[in-house]
Every structure is written in C-alpha cells, then in structure tokens.
C-alpha cells in the first residue's frame, strides 16, 4: 500500500524564504499548504502544487478554519515582520510576530499537530561577546523585532513541556542568495539587495556604514548562510526527533569590503563606494558556530559568498531591475 504524503503548512509561503521553502518541499514529495498575507510575499511565487490561502495569523477564525480543512503532520512557520529599525518604532505591528506565533500554537494543540520548525534569528543574541556564537552564547537582543523572536521562541518550549509539541527552532544568521524563483526584494534593507540596486542603477551608490572597526579590514564582518543551504536544514529539521535550537550560518565571517570585492569580480560590474560614519548598534563581528547543526541535522553549508553573489545577481538581471 502506498505511503500518504505528509502535509506540512508553510507560514510566511510567499516570501522570499518561505516560497523557496514550499518549492523544495514538494521537490521532495511532501504536500504544502500555504499561509500568508501577501503584506510582502507575493502569490506568483507559489508553486501552484501548493495549497494557498491569503490569511494573517492574528486571524485566529481563518487559522481555525484551515486547520480543520487540512490534517497537517507539521507546520514551518516562516511569517513574521522583520525589518529592525521599523520594529524600534511600531511596536504594536511587531508584537504581531508573537501573537501570530501563539494562534498558531493553539490551533496546533487542538488538532493535535506535534511538530513545528520555527524560524528565528541571530538578533536574539544581540552584541556578541564572542564569535564564533554558539547556541550557548546569552540572549540579549537590542530591538524589538530580536525580542519578538526571542519571546516567541520561550513560547514554544513552554507549549512542548505542556502540551509536547516537538520543536526545532532555527536561527539564521545573514540569509543571501537566490532559489531559482529570481525573486527581487521590493524593500530592499538587506546588503546583497541594496547592492544589486546600486549595480542596476537604482541607487546611485552603496554606503559603507564604517571602515576602522577592529577588523581585518576596517569593515563589519557578517555569516552569510545561501538560501539553498537554508532550506535543506528545515526539511533535515523534519525528520530530527529530539527539540533543538539550533544556529544557521557558515562560521565564515565575510567583511563589507570583501563582499564588494567579490561582487565586482563575479559580476564584472562596477559601482560608486561610499564611506560613511558607524551605524550605532552595528557590532564589529558576528558569525555563527555551526558545530550544533552539523551534530543534529548532519547539515553542512555548500555554497559560499561568491555562489550567492552569482545567483542574487541572476536573478536581478533576469527581473531587469532598472
């Protein structure tokens, strides 16, 4: 008798992450339903072999009614608002990250779904006091979209020692690079997008925020994860059994300087530089440990910045952005 495919609901599915999550799912013959409130994810980007529904998790009513059509095996819960500097003004749009976290946990108890892979984020450790940051390393997280993730994560092991919902709770550091969907960011706050917008002549230059941190180089040095990689440590997290946090990051820090070096030799493209002053709050280094995912999930980064730079850049071109 044939084995029924496992159906895993998708928040956030029309994101950048989340559609590249959905596409590799199906790849590897699950069935997906999607969630979303196309607030910054966009409908094109679904498989049309996934399930869609537009609805916002603070909707508890529509979150009931989608639980009850579908019997899902677990849920990759994604969606969230994410952009920093705005979460230190609107306090009341981000809280929408913990609500929304909540709602889903609930429905999750009443239908009986035991396993959930949570996205967060490096922004729950906050000024690193060192690096490589481990699992370990204290959570102090200094905006409030960090606090979000951070409380929205004690929530979720607090629903498994009552309720034992099983979790894997994942935290990604700087995610870059393109998953065959040429997606282009429409808000571009991100450093690969600002960058292809200064190479496609939407910016007129790209501000370097700092060049004498004790550093290498004089300049920030970063994790970027490529979304490829990214995506293979959820659909591992699936079949993983015991509850983890764990980090998603390469261990190699790359520096501003080195980004852009390796940009205009991969694309053979050049663009105005500026120096400017030190963001505040902007710490010198931060890079992850990745020793708990290669353990746990057998995980093992495969691309490296150049890969991401090559297909953000595709992507862009393909997209024409002028």
Same mark, same amino acid.
């Given at each position: 008798?044939? *084995? ?26 699950? $069935? ?7 607030s910054?994810?966009?409908?094109? +980007? ?17 979150l ?39 709602n889903?946990?609930? @429905?999750?108890?009443?239908h009986?779904? *035991? ?12 000024e ?11 959570t ?11 409380? $929205? ?31 282009? !960011?429409p ?17 007129? *230059?790209?501000?370097?925020?700092? *060049? ?10 970063? !994790?970027y994860? !490529? ?8 659909i ?11 980090? +998603? ?10 980004? +852009? ?13 500026e ?12 890079f ?5 995912a290669? @353990? ?10 150049? !890969? ?9 071109r ?5």
């Amino acid at each position: 008798m044939k *084995k029924a495919k496992k159906t895993i609901l998708v928040t956030g599915g029309a994101g950048y992450i989340g559609s590249a999550c959905v596409k590799a799912l199906l790849k590897k013959g699950y $069935s997906v339903v999607v969630v979303d409130n196309l607030s910054k994810g966009l409908k094109r +980007l679904v498989d049309k072999k996934a399930k869609f529904y537009k609805a916002d998790l603070v909707d508890n009513s529509a979150l009931e009614k989608i639980f009850k059509a579908n019997r899902f095996d677990a849920v990759i819960h994604i969606a969230a608002y994410k952009a920093v500097e705005e979460s230190m003004e609107n306090a009341v749009k981000y809280s929408d990250n913990i609500t929304g976290t909540i709602n889903i946990l609930n @429905q999750m108890v009443r239908h009986g779904v *035991k396993k959930i892979i949570y996205s967060s984020s490096a922004a729950v450790y906050g000024e690193p006091k060192y690096n490589p940051i481990d699992e370990k390393h204290p959570t102090s997280p200094i905006n409030y979209y960090g606090a979000t993730k951070l409380e $929205s994560e004690r929530i979720i092991e607090w629903y498994a020692k009552i309720h034992g919902i099983s979790y894997a709770i994942l935290r990604y550091f700087n995610v870059a690079g393109d998953a065959g969907l040429s997606y282009t !960011d429409p808000e571009a706050k991100n450093v690969f997008p600002i960058i292809m917008e200064a190479i496609f002549g939407k910016r007129d *230059k790209f501000m370097v925020f700092g *060049k004498d941190y004790p550093t290498r180089d004089g300049t920030c040095i970063r !994790d970027y994860v !490529d979304i490829n990689d990214l995506i293979r440590a959820h659909i591992l997290a699936l079949d993983v059994e015991e509850n983890a946090i764990i980090n +998603l990051g390469t261990s190699n820090g790359v520096s501003v300087k080195e980004l +852009l070096d390796a940009t205009f030799e991969v694309t053979g493209k050049k663009f105005v530089v500026e120096y400017g002053e030190k963001r505040k709050g902007d710490p010198p280094e931060l890079f992850a440990s990745n020793e708990k995912a290669k @353990q746990i999930l057998g995980w093992v980064p495969e691309k490296n910045v150049k !890969d991401m730079i090559k297909s953000t850049y595709e992507a862009y071109r393909k997209n024409k952005l002028k």
